[in-house]
């Protein structure tokens, strides 16, 4: 799959998700759109799942009528993330078109 890390997912775990093209907003120079630009971006350059930890993305933005995924991290820290980046994968696993998924990591 296609995936999209939005600003503040952290870009080491994208080497645990092989098998998938992944690349960030920055990377793509989409670092300063907001939230609506960016879901638009990603969905016209093809991209089937959009991940990031903006908390709020769902009451920001209406999702309804999106054809990309989306999962949202509950934190920003690596070191969290790093030892279950099994939850991410199997939210990538299940995402479907329009979907939207939080993972919620233990403390």
């Given at each position: 799959m296609k995936v999209?890390?939005?600003?503040?997912?952290?870009?080491?775990?994208?080497?645990f998700l092989s098998g998938h093209s992944v690349e960030t907003a920055y990377e793509k120079g989409w670092q300063q759109l907001k939230n609506g630009e960016l879901l638009n971006e990603a969905e016209q350059s093809n991209y089937d799942i959009f991940i990031t930890t903006d908390q709020?993305?769902?009451?920001?933005q209406a999702l309804a009528n999106r054809r990309i995924s989306i999962i949202v991290l509950s934190?920003?820290?690596?070191?969290?993330?790093?030892?279950?980046?099994?939850?991410?994968?199997?939210?990538?696993d299940?995402?479907?078109?329009?979907?939207?998924?939080e993972v919620l990591f233990n403390t």
């Open positions: 999209l890390f939005d600003q503040g997912v952290p870009a080491p775990l994208r080497t709020n993305l769902k009451y920001q934190t920003t820290s690596w070191p969290k993330i790093r030892t279950q980046t099994s939850l991410v994968i199997a939210a990538i299940r995402a479907k078109s329009n979907s939207f998924e």
